[in-house]
């Protein structure tokens, strides 16, 4: 689909909704700006511990400190190398996805339809008045408690503390709305089938042919923005 920030507060989405059944959840994460560290992130796991869409009291995120950055998806990475090595060549989606399943590790397959339009929740007038505005590269730890719509973030590994900035009409968010497909670049698109088709069995072809075109830039040539 991308890598907005929405785009990445829809993967934990699924993931949760995944998980329904879990009573606490707790990720490990890395420090990324944009995508595990954003507004639209703390305000979308309010919304999700608040709903009747899962069963989780309590999620926690907790973000690697310097000197201790390893973590079990390091090791799923290099499984996911390994796997794709062993498939190759790698031709269409499915092939993709075969492969990382090999690896035993589990896959969840996104659908477009898991995508959302994820807002921000946070008041920036709200932020801008706290004495001690937590800002994200001094975030360590952040929790959502189901019944409370506050963020709970711990800074520089201390002890976490409560902060209320969402909007006053947070409290009524609604489902987020469906975000439009995509597509891929249609210049993109025509390199692949010229250049690369002919080398591919006929049965992964129609995968290339049927991919819908939109107007967009090459996903490689975007940077993530420093949302800090």
């Known amino acids: ?17 995944h998980n329904r059944d879990a009573r606490l959840v707790t990720l490990y994460l890395d420090n990324c700006a944009g995508q ?12 999700l511990v608040n709903s009747e869409m899962i069963q989780a009291e309590k999620i926690t995120l ?13 090791s799923a990475h290099s ?3 390994d796997a794709l090595l062993r498939r190759s060549p790698i031709c269409d989606f499915d092939d993709y996805v075969n ?20 807002p921000n929740g946070v008041s920036q007038y709200q932020l801008n008045q706290l004495e001690d505005r937590p ?7 952040a929790e959502f408690r189901r019944g409370s719509t506050s963020f709970f973030l711990g800074r520089n590994g201390g002890k976490r503390k409560e902060f209320r900035v969402l909007k006053k009409n947070f ?3 609604t489902a987020p709305n469906q975000k439009s497909q995509r597509g891929v670049n249609a210049k993109k698109k025509t390199e692949i089938i010229e250049k690369l088709l002919p080398l591919m069995p006929s049965t992964r ?9 939109c107007k967009v830039p090459d996903l490689c040539s975007l940077k993530l923005p420093d949302l800090d």
């Open 135 to 141: 800002l994200f590269r001094d975030i360590s730890s």
């Open 79 to 81: 499984c996911f190398k």
């Open 205 to 213: 072809r129609a995968f290339w042919h049927d991919l819908r075109e």
């Open 99 to 118: 492969a990382v399943g090999s690896s035993r590790i589990p896959v969840k397959v996104m659908q477009p339809t898991d995508f959302k339009v994820w």
């Open 36 to 47: 595990n560290k954003q507004w639209a992130l703390f305000s979308a796991l309010v919304y």
């Open 171 to 173: 409290d009524n968010m």
């Open 62 to 74: 907790k973000y690697l400190v310097s000197g201790h950055t390893h973590m079990s998806a390091d």
């Open 1 to 17: 689909m991308g890598r907005s920030g929405e785009d990445i507060v829809s993967t934990f989405a699924t993931f949760l909704l």
